[in-house]
Each structure stands twice: as C-alpha cells, then as structure tokens.
C-alpha cells in the first residue's frame, strides 16, 4: 500500500506562507486525485484542497479559497500545497491521500494515512 510523507509545517505568525509537500510511494500518483487534509485539536479531519490526477480540476474548502493553491509533479510523485495570509484558524496537522475524486472529497475511506505534519499560525 501507499505511503505518504508530508512535511513544510513549521510555526508562523498571521499573514504568514508556508508550503507544504507530501510525496507518495507506489505507482498510483499519478493516476489518482490528491487530496490535502487538516485535523485540529478536538476536531474532525477535513478536506482543505483536492486536485485531479492531471491536475486539471482542483477543489477548496470555502475558508482557504484565495488563499492556499493545490499543486502536483506527477514524474516526482509529489503533491504540494502552498499557503499564503494563513490565520490562526489554519492551525492543525495537516495530511495528503490519494484515491478516486469522490472519496477524495468526502475524506475516504482510505488505506491508510501518514504522520502529517504540524502548521502553527500564532503571534
């Protein structure tokens, strides 16, 4: 099965950029949609950003349009993430997976997930 290994996160205050990066083990990258999720403390995980296999279709939860843009290098099997003006609210550990595009964008179920990785927006 897939692994995934995500890393980028890192403490920043408001206003503040990040990119994040998950790559992927395994031959299925590249034919799949890549999902990145978040999970805040006491919350449930939840689809911030999703992005077709050929990264023509992309999808973004209504709290980070404008604001976070979903990205692939397919050869690399590696899914990125960049995040510009995070807030506060960004806060959470943040996860990729892969799969087909409508259980990308529920959230699952999937095989299996990664450690994640941290993201802090604090002043």
């Known amino acids: 099965q897939e692994q995934f290994v995500e890393s980028g996160g890192g403490s920043v205050q408001p206003g503040g950029s990040l990119t994040l990066s998950c790559t992927v083990s395994?031959?299925?990258?590249?034919?799949?949609?890549v999902g990145w999720y978040r999970q805040a403390p006491g919350k449930e995980r939840e689809l911030v950003a999703a992005?077709?296999?050929?990264?023509?279709?992309?999808n973004y939860t209504d709290s980070v349009k404008g604001r976070f843009t979903v990205s692939r290098d397919n050869p690399k099997k590696t899914a990125y993430l960049q995040m510009n003006n995070l807030k506060p609210e960004d806060t959470a550990v943040y996860y990729c997976?892969?799969?087909?595009?409508?259980?990308?964008?529920?959230?699952?179920?999937?095989?299996?997930w990664g450690q994640g990785t941290q993201v802090t927006v604090s002043s």
């Open positions: 997976n892969i799969g087909r595009w409508e259980p990308v964008l529920r959230g699952g179920p999937f095989a299996s």
């Open positions: 395994g031959n299925l990258f590249n034919v799949l949609a």
């Open positions: 992005l077709s296999n050929y990264g023509s279709v992309s």
